[in-house]
């Protein structure tokens, strides 16, 4: 691919604000070449069912609505390399992206390289995402109505999660691996108050149940303090230990939060680099869900042509 022109932007990043950023740029004649690395889709390609996107009124597979939000950007002329971006340099315009040795230059780039839900790491865990694992409540938590399901994590997000679990669910566990939280105390004590609620503490979720029926049955437990091991039969296992924004390749350049997170304007998508945004779950730890990327990216799009608009303005007022 020739790399010598000089792009008006480049996405980083395939999920649903990468995906509606090409969309915008392209409509808006800015002819996008999107980086939507290898891993296209995003956090969406790991999911069951979408129900609640607006406009699916009968829900939608994941990776079936990422298929088309990409098709949607490409029918008004947004290119796609299926591949990561491995450097940048954002220290002066046009910026620079590379992918391996070949250079891609461009006078903006909107960051849309998302997050990932952070996973136990168990080969049955993943062989059963969307067959009962989940790494969202919001997402998810409707397909467990009168359903048993274990959610394992500490912290906040597994606090939020079980209680709000528990308006579906007929029996929530929340398994923790220590008995210390680091979630904060509110939110302990409410799911602790919480009847349907039943706390598994020193417990580690070793195994998850059913990969011979393809369906989750249970979760097998190991006691972390004497190594017990028993099963634990339950239809979901919630995974709610943590999210990792998509960063590394950002954190020299770009300001980001004690977790790695990429700091914009509040209200805008414009990160501490002018004619550099960012949109979508690398910058958002709060809202997370498939909806707000999206409008996320449509704000990146519409910011990084208000951009070059300007800069073409004072461009040319500098020529008369
Ligand atoms: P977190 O605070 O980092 O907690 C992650 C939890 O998962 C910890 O309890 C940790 O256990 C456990 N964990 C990590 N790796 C594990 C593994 N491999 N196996 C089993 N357990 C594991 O993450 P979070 O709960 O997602 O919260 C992230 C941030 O968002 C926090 O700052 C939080 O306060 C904030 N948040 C706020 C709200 C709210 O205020 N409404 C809601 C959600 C999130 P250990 O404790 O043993 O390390």
Known sequence: MSSSDVREVIIIGGGPAGYTAALYTARANMKPLAFEGFNWGGQLMITSEVENYPGYPEGVMGPEMMTQFRGQAERFGAEF????VTK???SERPFRVWVGDDEFRAETVIVATGANARQIGLESEEKLQGRGVSYC???DAAFFRDKVVVVVGGGDTAMEEATFLTRFASHVYLVHRRDEFRASPIM?????????IEFVLNSAVVEVLGVEGNMMTGVRLRDTKTGEERDL???GLFVAIGH???TALFLDALDHDENGYLVT?????????PGVFAVGDVQDHVYRQAVTAAGSGCMGALD?????AAQHQAAAAAKA
């Open 188 to 196: 302990v004590d409410r799911a602790q108050r919480d009847e349907k």
């Open 137 to 139: 409540a919001t997402c």
């Open 233 to 235: 039969p339950a239809d």
């Open 81 to 84: 390399v299926t591949d990561d």
């Open 304 to 308: 990084a042509e208000r951009f070059l």
């Open 265 to 273: 304007v509040p209200g805008t998508s414009q990160t501490n680099i």
């Open 88 to 90: 940048v340099d954002f």
């Open 244 to 246: 990792d924004p998509t």
